[in-house]
């Protein structure tokens, strides 16, 4: 028999934020890359934002018959900006500066490089726990 008191929450181990630097076009006065803060999202958080970036797709001839589709570019930004701390993705200040009024169209701004976006995102799937990427599972549904 199991000891109940050992799923108890203040057993539960604490998720610590991460650090990246998702581009090396932005430096501090040493040159080296400015890291960003990511926090742990939640697996309610993450349905949400799932939800959100999921429609449903009319199925070709079939009147009345959809399925789902995730739009997995969105749900990666979606993710990328629902996790970050620093920078604030929100301030009105930091949008103005690259000439954009949401969130999303920022990361894409500041990470504009396509293959150090692909490693951001890579990176914030491993830190909020998903051991493949989406592409990958993809790939294996095509299989």
Not at 27 to 41: I, S
Not at 58 to 84: E, H
Request: contains cysteine; aromatic residues 10%; charged residues 30%.
């Amino acid at each position: 028999m199991s000891n109940i008191s050992q799923f108890l929450k203040q057993n539960k181990k604490k998720r610590e934020n991460g650090f990246y630097a998702p581009t090396t076009s932005m430096t501090d006065e040493h040159g080296k890359p400015l890291e960003w803060e990511f926090k742990p999202l939640t697996s309610k958080e993450n349905e949400r934002i799932r939800d959100n970036d999921t429609m449903d797709i009319q199925v070709t001839g079939k009147p009345n018959l959809f399925r789902q589709k995730l739009n997995t570019a969105k749900y990666l930004v979606d993710m990328i900006v629902a996790s970050t701390v620093t920078p604030n993705l929100y301030d009105k200040n930091l949008q103005d500066s690259y000439g954009v009024k949401k969130p999303e169209d920022l990361v894409y701004e500041m990470v504009d490089d396509p293959g150090e976006y692909a490693d951001l995102c890579s990176w914030v799937q491993k830190y909020q726990g998903f051991t493949k990427s989406l592409d990958d599972k993809v790939e294996e549904a095509k299989n």
